[in-house]
Structure formats: C-alpha cells, structure tokens
C-alpha cells in the first residue's frame, strides 16, 4: 500500500469525520422547563410535560407565540408538531418585533394545519404581521402530507433567501424571497397557538424535539 493512498485514506476519513460533525443537531429546548425561552403577545399557556412543549388556546386571545431568546439567520430546524383539529399553528423563523421588545411578533411563519378532509396548506410559508402568504397563490395547493391527530416531523432549512420545507419527509416548500431576506435577514423561532373564535376550542399543539444546525 503505497504512501500516497494511505494519505487520501486519512483525508477521506477526516472529511466524513467532519461532515458528520457538522450534521449534529443541537437542541433548542432542554425537555423539561421553558428557559431561553419568551412568550410574547396573547395569552395562550405554555408548559412541559414529559420532554413536549404544550401550548393551549384561550378564548379571546390574539395569536401567541413562545419565542427563542437566541436568534437565527441561517439553519436546518427539526421538530416533531401535534395539533388538535380545529387549531391552525405554526413555526415563526427569522422573525422579531414591531414597537419594541415586546411588539407584534412578524415575519416568516412554516403552516401548521391538520389535513382534513379535502387537504390544508400545511409547511407552506406565510408572512405573519408581514405581507400575508409568502407561497405564490399558484403553488398553495392544499394536501394531505400532514397526518391529523399524530406527530408529523418537520425540516425547515433556511439559507440566505431560500426556505425549504419538509413533512415527514416530503418536500413541501421551496421558495426564495430576497425582499423578505432583506426586511428578515435574521431573527428567533416563535411557537405560534392561534387565536380562536367565542365558544370554540379550549385546543393545543404539542412540539417536541426541536433541534437545528447553525449553517454559515
């Protein structure tokens, strides 16, 4: 075996050696409080129970979100989400505050929807306080890759102006929005409970294994 093969071995194996480092993921939650961790806006409750993040509406309350106290530009985000029917949720990236540390949460939001019966707009990307849906009209095609009343995994990978999307590892989003990148270039991840409507509900959303890889 000659010198020059057993030095490419040695690159080889550093190489994989470094990527499969780069590809830990880093918890975001430590499974059992809610440190490093800031609700803003509603009312909703938040609590851990048995290493999951339970958020739960309350009636008259705008949309709440618990929010990251670390900010993100770039990234791959997993986690697990389970949503009662009847409560549309979501995953804030790269978004902040309007009027101060305390303002209206907006920016970039990954759907969190149950699927029903004809479909729902799940992993889809919505500007939430910030311009509305993100997704082109045309691509918001309703379907069923979101499994009702069960945990559904999802990807978020956010590098520069492009965000993708995946559900239980199918690729739901690809968009690119440089407008957005610029108003957004950075910011944390907000846990969203939706508001509801008088005498429905109460609902929650579960989330559990939040985990990401910061990308440069």
């Given at each position: 075996m000659t010198k020059h093969f057993l030095t490419s071995i040695v690159l080889l194996a550093l190489t994989f050696s470094a990527l499969a480092k780069d590809k830990d993921y880093t918890p975001i939650f430590d499974g059992k409080t809610l440190k490093g961790w800031t609700q803003l806006?509603?009312?909703a409750t938040y609590r851990v129970e048995k290493g999951i993040i339970i958020g739960k509406t309350k009636?008259?309350?705008p949309n709440s979100f618990l929010c990251s106290d670390k900010l993100y530009d770039?990234?791959?985000?997993?986690?697990?989400v389970k949503v009662d029917n009847g409560l549309n949720s979501g995953v804030q990236v790269r978004s902040q505050t309007r009027g101060g540390p305390k303002g209206r949460v907006n920016g970039p939001q990954v759907e969190i929807e149950s699927s029903g019966t004809k479909g729902a707009e799940s992993g889809y990307i919505y500007g939430e306080a910030?311009?509305?849906?993100?997704?082109?009209k045309a691509k918001l095609i309703p379907h069923k890759h979101f499994k009702d009343e069960q945990w559904n995994t999802y990807r978020v990978l956010a590098q520069g102006a492009r965000i993708q999307v995946w559900i239980n590892g199918t690729q739901i989003s690809d968009l690119t929005d440089e407008e957005k990148l610029k108003s957004h270039p950075k910011g944390f991840i907000g846990l969203q409970v939706h508001g509801i409507g008088k005498k429905s509900g109460p609902f929650e959303v579960r989330w559990r294994n939040l985990e990401i890889i910061e990308l440069k």
């Open positions: 806006n509603g009312t009636e008259g309350s770039n990234f791959d985000l997993k986690f697990d910030a311009g509305g849906w993100m997704t082109p």
